[in-house]
């Protein structure tokens, strides 16, 4: 009880302060020899209900919250060259922390870094659509819905100790005639390893590029290589990628996809298939309408395998943000499943919500979750304080 009354206490005073006047933006504070500090992320704190039947001493109500942030120190050096140390944090866990150079002849990264392929150079191709995540639970109006009933549960947060796997080292090239190169290795050997680049071929907008993914433990020459291409013009965007799995070419896979903008609307569709299966292949769709405040998304995604233990698999989400004013933010989710094997029961969740700005800093809300295969349901309000 100690430890919320504390927390409650710090949001309390950050939201005074930040109804008062606006949190000052980062730069923070300078620091010795020159290196300066910026600091971003977000509190949040809330109250919640979950109809999920519980265990004691587990409680049905309770606090629940969520952190977040990174905090970055950095210095440009008389050479021009760029140096800082960085710390990223969620709840305490999935920590990075790393330190970089970036010069004319590329930027570096060591420590704690989420991984060998933070590099950041990918090998164009088709968009996955994340099914029901393009607008989610979490997004503004939606910061206190949740359709699967995973917030609402007591603040803990937790940190695991790294592991070998969770050391990288990375280097990104600069970019030369379009091109860049980005690399990576981590504790373990495992390696990654992308160029990519893109030009213009009258008018349209070229993207090529590939990428080899390899652990050491299946051997540095049995990885994965990726190669592909997409073409953008009038709006039209199509696309295509073929991954090569060197130590099993049943796996070999392909995607190719096209999506079309105008004004406000965006629509698209993805097919992914094994290079040697038939008919296990899998078609994925949406559209967008955005303007004038008002967000939608639609989307699914149909298995066209008929066998297994989840034929026919499909998948569909419709989510929608509407702005009323500056300030309040409304949103809903669904999200419904289903196959085609007997006696499977149609999947459905929902969730609502809404919030308010009181500042740029601060938003008060609720949200609404409810799960319609279990008929469970679930609601939060609280305040979240971002700096």
């Known amino acids: 009880m100690k430890k919320i009354l504390l927390a409650t206490s710090a949001l309390v005073a950050m939201s005074g302060a930040a109804v008062a006047g606006d949190i000052p933006a980062a730069p923070m504070a300078p620091m010795v020899a020159g290196f300066t500090v910026t600091a971003t992320g977000s509190a949040t704190i809330f109250g919640y209900y979950n109809g999920t039947a519980v265990v004691a001493p587990d409680t049905e109500t309770g606090i629940g919250g969520d952190f977040e942030g990174t905090i970055k120190a950095a210095k ?165 990628d073929f991954t090569a799995d060197l130590a099993d070419d049943t796996l070999n896979a392909y995607n ?52 297994g233990a989840t034929p026919d698999a499909w998948t569909a989400a419709a989510g929608a943000t509407y702005e009323f004013t500056t300030e309040m933010t409304a949103g809903a989710t669904v999200l419904t499943s289903g196959n085609s094997a007997a006696g499977t029961d149609t999947t459905f969740t929902t969730s609502a919500g809404v919030d308010y700005a009181l500042n740029s800093n601060v938003t008060i809300g609720a949200g609404i979750g409810y799960n319609g295969t279990t008929e469970i349901f679930g609601a939060a309000a609280g305040l979240k304080v971002s700096f």
């Open 256 to 307: 190719v996809g096209a999506k079309y903008s105008t004004g406000a609307f965006t629509l698209g569709a993805n097919y992914s298939d094994l290079a040697t299966s038939a008919d296990t292949g899998s078609v994925q769709g949406y559209v967008q309408y955005n303007n004038a405040g008002l967000n939608v998304i639609v989307n699914g995604e149909l298995s066209l395998n008929a066998t």
């Open 76 to 240: 440009t050096t008389d050479n021009g060259s760029d140096v800082y140390v960085k710390i990223v944090f969620d709840n305490g866990d999935d920590t990075e922390v790393l330190v970089g150079y970036k010069s004319a002849v590329g930027e570096f990264k060591a420590g704690v870094i989420g991984g060998e392929d933070e590099h950041d150079i990918e090998a164009p191709g088709v968009s996955y659509i994340d099914i029901g995540d393009d607008l989610e639970d979490g997004d503004k109006g939606l910061t206190f819905a949740s359709a699967d009933l995973s917030l609402y549960t007591d603040f803990a947060p937790s940190a695991s100790a790294s592991t070998a796997a969770d050391f990288s080292v990375t280097y990104t090239s600069p970019e030369f005639g379009g091109f860049q190169l980005g690399a990576g290795v981590d504790g373990l050997g495992n390696i990654d390893a992308a160029i990519a680049g893109s030009f213009a071929a009258g008018d349209a907008s070229v993207k090529v590029g590939a990428r080899y993914i390899a652990t050491r433990a299946a051997g540095l020459d049995l990885g994965a290589v990726t190669v592909g291409a997409s073409t953008e013009v009038a709006g039209f965007t199509i696309a295509g």
